[in-house]
């Protein structure tokens, strides 16, 4: 080591020493992640679109993009759970769907994302993914969520305040019934029973997701070894970080560090000419863009909404001009290897392709199509 750089040491506090030395770790991970790039998983996620504009066949992009995706390559197919709103609608209950999905397909994993645990018995969760886990020989996994909506709470008010906790202990009965253990509750009058679910399912484990928006989050994923469902959030230098705690929390907690599958949600329509793409993507965007924030109305204040209804179409573009350049797999192929060499450079090793947007079904399989040959082509990115 040079005098000189020994003297820039020396004159560092202790708290730029710290982020040095965070730094220079996170590199050297970086060199392990691009390494196991080619790695990178894709799937199908199912979120926005309620159907209810079109005919009573609602269930048929779903369906066929699930056939499409299990032809195809894709890893697996997520189901989230909605309730009472007009942004999700088609989607109250991930296990009814993935029973339909079971029958219709063959390799592809059938996911939810997410159960949202403390509005449901656990038993009753093991039960219903059971019988999926039969139809579909062996395919099922589940991503666990506590909730965030007021409104969704109307099924299980009491749950609330302690949904977090409810989380914790559903996963660990959930997955002590999955394995054939008897599972002691209260019965009728306070009475103590012993139960064990039927069916038994194919799957020995039930595997786990934890789907995060919070620091805390993420390091409760690591410190239960949990895989990570997750939106790109802010940055991708954020979810770089919020990747780090989780890292170090699976550490500590005794588990492998590098273990643990990062999915990130991401939009997705794959078309090399870049204009037509942005054409095309534009209005179903904002449209989905507007009901996402419209969820948030009871969140907030009412000076709050006014300030949002005045400024909302300057909002809306200046979020999609965002999620176009930025986060989102939208346009060429080479435009979007950028992103996802970005995304594997920082521990990312599944991308879930949000595609029922408001495109068609004819250009949205196109896209996936397109995204096809780029993950058949895809190079040893560079890192970041």
């Known amino acids: 080591m040079s005098e000189l750089l020994k003297e820039k040491l020396a004159a560092l506090s ?20 691009t390494a196991k790039s080619n790695d990178m998983d894709f799937s199908l996620f199912f979120f926005s679109a309620t159907g209810e504009e079109c005919s009573n ?37 991930p296990s009814v769907l993935a029973a339909a999905i079971a029958v219709k397909t063959e390799k592809i994993e059938l996911r939810a994302g997410s159960v949202v645990v403390p509005l449901h018995n656990p038993m009753r969760i093991v039960e219903e993914w059971s019988v999926v886990d039969n139809l579909s020989n062996g395919r ?43 599972l002691e509750v209260e019965g009728v009058d306070g009475e103590k029973i012993s139960v ?79 204009e037509r793409a942005k054409e095309q993507v534009r209005e179903p965007m904002m449209q989905y863009l507007s009901g996402y924030i419209k969820q948030f109305d009871n969140l907030v204040n009412e000076n709050t909404r006014k300030d949002v209804d005045t400024n909302k179409q300057q909002l809306l573009e200046f ?33 879930a392709c949000l595609v029922d947007f408001g495109v068609p079904l004819d250009k949205t399989l196109s896209s996936l199509a397109n995204l096809g040959e780029l993950v058949a082509t895809l190079s040893s990115p560079q890192s970041v």
């Open 57 to 93: 066949d609602k269930y048929s992009f779903l369906l066929k993009c699930a056939e499409f995706g299990d032809q195809n390559g894709f890893k697996a197919i997520w189901l989230p759970e909605r309730h009472f709103t007009h942004f999700g609608g088609l989607y109250p209950n």
């Open 196 to 274: 064990r679910t039927y069916p038994r399912p194919i799957q020995p484990e039930l595997k786990y997701w934890l789907t995060c928006s919070s620091p805390e989050g993420w390091k409760r994923a690591g410190e239960r070894g949990s895989n990570v469902l997750c939106m790109l959030g802010n940055s991708i230098n954020l979810l770089a970080q919020n990747i780090e705690n989780y890292r170090q929390a699976r550490e500590q907690a005794g588990f492998d560090p590098n273990g643990g599958t990062i999915t990130v949600m991401l939009h997705t329509y794959v078309d090399d000419d870049l």
């Open 140 to 182: 099922v996994s589940l991503a666990l969520a506590s909730g965030w909506n007021k409104e969704d709470f109307a099924m299980r008010p009491e749950a609330w305040h302690e949904r977090r906790e409810l989380v914790a202990l559903g996963m660990d009965q959930m997955q002590s019934l999955w394995q054939g253990e008897s």
């Open 319 to 351: 979020a999609f001009e965002k999620y176009f350049g930025q986060a989102a797999l939208f346009g060429p192929k080479s435009k979007c290897q950028k992103l996802i060499d970005k995304l594997s450079s920082i521990g990312v090793n599944e991308i």
């Open 14 to 33: 202790p708290e730029q020493r710290e982020l040095l030395r965070k730094r220079s770790k996170q590199l050297g991970k970086e060199e392990v992640y």
